[in-house]
């Protein structure tokens, strides 16, 4: 199985595992026993959707190495801060609104 397609599947079961959890918290009894079941659910869901994410991520970014494609990373400073810095600002005047 690729795993890239199980990354995918344990996001959908982990999904649906807290769609559950909440499904069984909205028309519970709300006992004891029944909060530790519904938390059962939403932490089962929750650990398979974020491992989920997780497999099928480093999966696509394995694919795109190997294919010679680079992953753009993040700049230290977003575009737009530097743009916004002090150095680079200059008071706006009457004239220049016009």
């Known amino acids: ?3 890239r397609f199980l990354g995918w599947l344990l ?5 649906a595992g807290m769609v559950l959890a ?6 519970g009894s709300g006992g004891k026993g029944h909060l530790f079941e519904v938390s059962g659910y939403l932490i089962a869901g929750a650990i398979a959707f974020f491992s989920g994410v ?8 394995a ?8 992953i753009p990373s993040i700049p230290a400073t977003p575009r737009i801060e530097t743009m916004l ?11 220049d609104k016009k």
């Open 1 to 3: 199985m690729d795993k």
């Open 22 to 27: 909440v499904y069984l918290f909205m028309t």
């Open 85 to 95: 810095r002090p150095s680079t600002l200059r008071e706006v005047t009457v004239a």
């Open 63 to 70: 694919v795109v190495r190997e294919n010679g494609g680079t």
């Open 11 to 15: 996001c959908v079961a982990g999904l």
């Open 54 to 61: 997780h497999y099928a991520y480093t999966k696509k970014t």
